[in-house]
């Protein structure tokens, strides 16, 4: 669908404001770029190791000429099957077990810190194994028209349709039932912790009789929809003054009509676990987790959710030649985006006073993949055998989940272009203003009632961008700006979600919107030195700073349910208005400063003697820095503001491809190294939600057949490299480990 990539590092007024890191451009193909007829059509498949499917990728475009029109149809469609598995835990929490369900084997330190009445040793909520299976169908289509007479006119609609559908059926073993490794262990539960070990403050690996566990599957349907028009212009007014124009509106439907879920439990059991190895997880049972006869229905849960994207946009720019070496660009532009969504849901306790009991040809084992089996129920036999509603269009939206967001914002920008020499040096720079104004309305519901939020902001954004060519091979370039980044709209929005689970401690975990933050404003300085080696070769090396105000954080705090607004209709039958949740909600804090260095290189081989001379490297290292202060029990007497990595940041980075390129064949190995990152504040008792250190391989490889005919075989992520998360940044308590699997395509493209 695309033909091209833009990224351009460093801004300058005529961009959009956004995207401080940088601005990605896809560009799609135009019946222009081609002299006359051209064609293509590919065609591949694609196979994993976690499923044994093959997966057809077909892809086609056409596109001719005729005088000043010219028309271009394209299209692609794939489907792919994708397994995840591996071991899960829903989070950690300090806990407290009566004296009285404290095994003799425990040791007397042990007991007196686990028996204590202040809860100080965090234990595992919900030890998991899961599976997430999803086949994914997606259909691309895009149409390019354009009217050209001559090079001062043109003239062009692009038009995008695509869709995406998923059918996902994922799986769970837990320690979640009636009687969980779930929080505190009280008097009137069942379990007796009968083994443990304790390193630092963690219960990194127990043994408990009397749990109850509890499978899960969960089955879900969803299409997102995506259109697109854009109208471009252009009009040579004169040599001297030219004008382009842009219409463009797009539409985002995400539909989810069928998320239905079946909770099967088996009760009285002796489970253990050890997690004190991040990388081999490990949980034993005292039977056998196949066997039907073990397990009785528990809970049944039916969801619905829509959530609708419209973007509307216009730009008209004017470019002004004052000579040959200067020119200046002015502009204005109107945007407006709008974001609104709903969910429905239906949950019944089957589990009370006791399990329902229903026939085993209702039960299944999981029929993918995974690391241990066990049983499950299927929603499309149980819920029908059981009277379960699982039609929910007449049933009224969920509180607080049902919310419109609505930002527009004006623009204008000037900027002077100057190509020129400094002391017989090549220069170019650009020095530019662009001054924007937004209004945000966000509506939804606060404790019940229905609000609209109204808020403005606005600012002047400078650049000023120089290259310097201090040799034919030498490029020196220097930017100063101030940038913003906007943020989501979901974060904005008067909504939230809530997710609850089996802990008798804390509930579950509520993520809300908040509708009055700030974009965060970003001062930055860039300065780079490249050399270029004719086409053989590159060398580059970078450093940046940034200053950024307002920087979006997470606040972090434990409430009561109550104090939230949402409706108690979604907690489960042992929670009430009292019960404790973790809750965190994006806000605007003091600031952020991120600096970094990146050296990139590149080299053909060429200087060997044959057939090494074909060979050639191509690789960047990345060093950032930044941190921003996390809030965890704001307006509590607890209140805590801690600095932690910027979210989603890797200090270290690297990418590395080695190469071999004939004008036959070539084959490419490449493997990207990512340094530890956060994703996340985590909460009071878990501060910073993190992924361990990754390593990726892949390989590609070509060859032609004839001039028209290419054959290609690529591979992703060849040692299946795990995904490692963890909670506390000084604990690295585990939260995840799963594989994915590598991922193998093969196939061949035509073109005529």
Avoid at 299 to 319: C, H, Y
Avoid at 562 to 572: D, H, I, V
């Amino acid at each position: 669908l695309f033909n091209s990539v833009t990224v351009q590092k460093s801004w300058s007024a005529d961009q959009d404001e956004g995207g401080i890191a940088g601005t990605v451009q896809l560009n799609t193909a135009k019946p222009f770029d081609y002299d006359g007829f051209k064609a293509v059509v590919s065609a591949k498949g694609m196979t994993n190791t976690n499923e044994v499917s093959v997966t057809p990728r077909i892809v086609g475009m056409i596109s001719d000429r005729s005088g000043p029109f010219g028309a271009l149809i394209s299209a692609a469609y794939s489907t792919n099957d994708s397994n995840e598995y591996g071991y899960r835990i829903w989070g950690w929490s300090p806990i407290t077990i009566a004296p009285s369900h404290i095994g003799p084997n425990v040791s007397a330190a042990d007991a007196a810190l686990l028996g204590a009445a202040t809860a100080t040793q965090s234990s595992p909520q919900a030890i998991t194994y899961s599976t997430w299976y999803t086949h994914r169908e997606r259909l691309g289509l895009t149409g390019a028209f354009q009217y050209q007479p001559s090079d001062a006119f043109g003239l062009d609609l692009d038009v995008l349709y695509g869709r995406l559908s998923n059918h996902r059926d994922d799986y769970a073993l837990a320690a979640a039932g009636t009687n969980a490794i779930s929080g505190n262990v009280t008097t009137s539960g069942t379990q007796v912790l009968l083994s443990d070990t304790i390193r630092g403050n963690t219960i990194v690996a127990a043994k408990y009789s009397g749990v109850d566990l509890r499978s899960e599957r969960n089955a879900m349907n969803d299409t997102t929809n995506f259109y697109q028009a854009i109208v471009n212009g252009h009009y040579d007014i004169s040599n001297a003054f030219k004008v382009k124009a842009t219409v463009g509106y797009s539409r985002s439907e995400y539909a989810l009509p069928v998320f239905d879920k079946v909770f099967m439990e088996s009760k009285n059991h002796t489970v253990s676990y050890d997690v004190s190895d991040e990388n081999n997880p490990v949980n034993t049972y005292d039977f056998d987790t196949t066997d039907p006869t073990k397990w009785s229905l528990m809970r049944l849960d039916a969801q619905e959710t829509g959530i609708v994207s419209d973007f509307d946009n216009a730009k008209l720019d004017f470019d002004w030649a004052l000579n040959s070496a200067s020119n200046v660009t002015f502009g204005a532009s109107y945007k407006k985006f709008l974001n609104r969504g709903w969910n429905r849901n239906n949950k019944v306790f089957y589990n009370v006073p006791t399990d329902t009991a229903i026939a085993d040809s209702n039960k299944a084992t999981v029929p993918h993949d995974t690391t241990v089996n066990y049983i499950t129920g299927n929603p499309d036999t149980v819920d029908p055998l059981v009277g379960f509603n699982r039609d929910l269009s007449s049933l009224p939206t969920t509180g607080g989940t049902d919310y419109a967001v609505v930002e527009k914002t004006l623009a204008g920008d000037v900027q002077y272009d100057l190509h020129t020499a400094l002391f017989g040096v090549p220069l170019r720079a650009n020095a530019g203003l662009r001054y924007f104004s937004t209004d945000i309305v966000s509506a939804g519901l606060a404790s019940g009632a229905p609000v609209v939020i109204t808020h403005h902001y606005n600012s002047f954004l400078p650049a000023v961008n120089i290259a310097l060519d201090v040799s034919d091979q030498m490029v020196a370039r220097f930017s100063i700006s101030r940038n913003l980044s906007r943020p989501a709209l979901t974060d904005l929005a008067v909504a939230g979600s809530v997710s609850t689970n089996s802990s008798n401690q804390l509930g579950g975990s509520i993520s809300a919107g908040n509708p009055n933050l700030k974009p965060f404003l970003a001062d930055s300085i860039e300065a780079s030195l490249d050399y270029y080696q004719d086409k053989s070769g590159y060398a580059s090396i970078g450093v940046l700073y940034k200053n950024m105000e307002d920087m979006i954080t997470s606040e972090n705090s434990v409430v009561a349910y109550g104090t939230t607004g949402y409706p108690l209709s979604l907690l489960q039958p042992t929670q009430n208005a009292n019960t404790l949740f973790n809750y965190s909600r994006p806000v605007n804090g003091p600031g952020a400063i991120i600096d970094g260095i990146e050296v990139a290189a590149k080299k053909d081989f060429d200087f060997l003697p044959a057939p090494f001379d074909k060979f050639g490297v191509t690789g960047n290292v990345t060093y950032i820095d930044g941190n921003n202060d996390v809030i965890y029990n704001p307006g509590t007497s607890s209140q805590l503001i801690r600095p932690l990595p910027l979210f989603n940041l890797s200090k270290f980075s690297a990418n590395v491809t080695l190469y071999y390129e004939t004008d036959v064949w070539g084959v490419r190995l490449s493997e990207a190294h990512r340094s530890r990152y956060l994703t996340d504040g985590g909460n009071p008792s878990n501060q910073g939600t993190g992924i361990e250190p990754t390593d990726n391989i892949d390989f590609a490889a070509h060859y032609n057949l004839c001039d028209n005919l290419k054959l290609v075989v690529e591979g992703i992520n060849l040692t299946n490299q795990p995904i490692i998360q963890y909670a506390d940044v000084s604990a690295k308590r585990l939260l995840v480990n799963t594989t994915s699997g590598s991922t193998f395509t093969f196939g061949a493209t035509y073109e005529f």
